[in-house]
């Protein structure tokens, strides 16, 4: 594993040119460029100006809070695939712009501790760009800790969770907003931002299966905010959730935990009982 820093400021990220990848921040051009095995920071010692990036990307983590130029994605549209339970961590006060593209990241971590795989919790000197993009976090973690989606209040296109195990739980931080967010079961969903705006919500669970989706403070409401798609919730285990916006929600082959509203729940058919690992409790 090695780490990579971005120097000489405007530039092309690609498969073969090594001019501006540095071993240390701020240091000389002429290392790899990075792999699968290495970390990618952006910072102050990066230089201004735009990094294109133009190849598919595969590298642990990307770091990019501290830079004062423009990480693009959007020209050539390129997947990228990070491996770290820290994956993407774009907050902090540099005056930079972030661009997503239209292309899949991927996020595959397995960590079993708690980890923050989206972090954008402070976005002072940002502007941000989703693009199209689809960001689909694979990895499965476990009962041992929980992953963050800190996403900073602000607008995503595409995003997905996909299902875990053994009880393993994700909070979602910040007020944000989803053109399209997915919930695969089996999972643990903890809403903090108190509202998530969304235009078009769905959740994928099974009575088996289920989507526990709750608010990271009990007794405290979460709402998510749809305002005309009338979302898809099927195998949902629901607990301090608010339906709101416009949308009819419908929750069917579903549980009812207490202290929501604005919401239908029709439960299991055939009066399937829940067990309570399988409610994430």
């Known amino acids: 594993m090695a780490n990579r820093f971005w120097v000489g400021g405007t530039g092309e990220w690609n498969a073969s040119d090594t001019t501006h990848w540095s071993a240390t921040?701020?240091?000389a051009?002429?290392?790899s460029v990075p792999g699968t095995s290495d970390t990618v920071t952006f910072n102050a010692s990066s230089g201004g100006g735009t990094v294109t990036v133009?190849?598919?990307?595969?590298?642990?983590?990307?770091?990019c809070g501290a830079f004062t130029g423009t990480?693009?994605?959007s020209v050539n549209n390129n997947n990228v695939t990070l491996s770290s339970s820290s994956a993407f961590n774009g907050s902090g006060s540099g005056t930079r712009t972030i661009k997503l593209g239209n292309g899949t990241w991927t996020f595959t971590s397995t960590a079993s501790s708690n980890s923050t795989i989206w972090t954008m919790a402070t976005t002072t000197g940002l502007t941000f760009d989703a693009g199209l993009s689809i960001l689909d976090f694979t990895g499965v973690g476990?009962?041992?800790?929980?992953?963050?989606?800190?996403?900073?209040?602000?607008t995503y296109s595409s995003v997905r969770f996909r299902g875990q195990v053994n009880g393993a739980s994700l909070q979602i931080i910040g007020a944000n907003s989803f053109t399209t967010l997915t919930n695969d079961g089996p999972n643990v969903i903890?809403?903090?931002g108190l509202t998530q705006t969304i235009a078009t919500l769905t959740i994928n669970g099974s009575p088996s299966s289920p989507v526990l989706m709750r608010s990271s403070s009990?007794?405290?409401?979460?709402?998510l905010s749809v305002a005309s798609?009338?979302?898809?919730?099927?195998?949902?285990?629901?607990?301090?959730?608010t339906g709101a916006g416009g949308a009819s929600f419908v929750a069917n082959n579903s549980f009812d935990l207490g202290h929501n509203s604005g919401i239908t729940i029709n439960g299991p058919a055939g009066g399937h009982i829940a067990t309570r690992q399988q409610l994430g409790m």
């Open 25 to 27: 921040t701020g240091g």
């Open 29 to 31: 051009g002429g290392a």
């Open 54 to 63: 133009n190849t598919t990307v595969a590298v642990q983590s990307i770091t």
């Open 71 to 73: 990480l693009d994605f």
């Open 142 to 154: 476990d009962s041992a800790g929980q992953r963050i989606f800190s996403g900073g209040g602000l």
């Open 190 to 192: 903890e809403l903090s």
């Open 218 to 223: 009990d007794g405290s409401s979460r709402t």
């Open 229 to 241: 798609n009338a979302p898809t919730i099927n195998g949902a285990a629901l607990r301090d959730i």
